[in-house]
């Protein structure tokens, strides 16, 4: 059974940074495309950024293109999300999600899902 736990979230105040890690151990998914989504209190949870794990190519979500920046450490198979001038509609739960079955946009289309890390962005 494959396990995915981020960390690295925690409060920050707007326009500061924060660095969001996952750790895949457990199972034998596919680490093809991994992502990161958010869920803030009340809403649904949506696409933040995702990577193509072979080509490290990127996809990031409007509302944090050119704040956000993810990437991958193959040999320690992990993810990366670093976030840079953060604001306080960044607060939410964030979670790690792979093993890829569908379009990368779309929570449905993975099958692991780590437990979220809380960021709150204070203004």
């Known amino acids: 059974q494959v396990q995915l736990v981020e960390s690295g979230g925690g409060l920050v105040q707007a326009g500061g940074s924060l660095t969001l890690t996952c750790a895949a151990s457990?199972?034998?998914?596919?680490?093809?495309?991994m992502g990161w989504f958010r869920q803030a209190p009340g809403k649904e949870r949506e696409f933040v950024a995702a990577i193509i794990w072979s080509t490290v190519t990127t996809y990031y979500a409007d509302s944090v293109k050119g704040r956000f920046t993810i990437s991958r450490d193959n040999a320690e198979k992990t993810m990366y999300l670093q976030m840079n001038s953060l604001k306080p509609e960044d607060t939410a739960v964030y979670y790690c999600?792979?093993?890829?079955?569908?379009?990368?946009?779309?929570?449905?289309?993975?099958?692991?899902w780590g437990q979220g890390t809380q960021v709150t962005v204070s203004s």
């Open positions: 999600a792979a093993d890829l079955t569908g379009t990368l946009y779309y929570t449905s289309s993975y099958r692991s």
């Open positions: 457990g199972g034998t998914f596919s680490r093809y495309t």
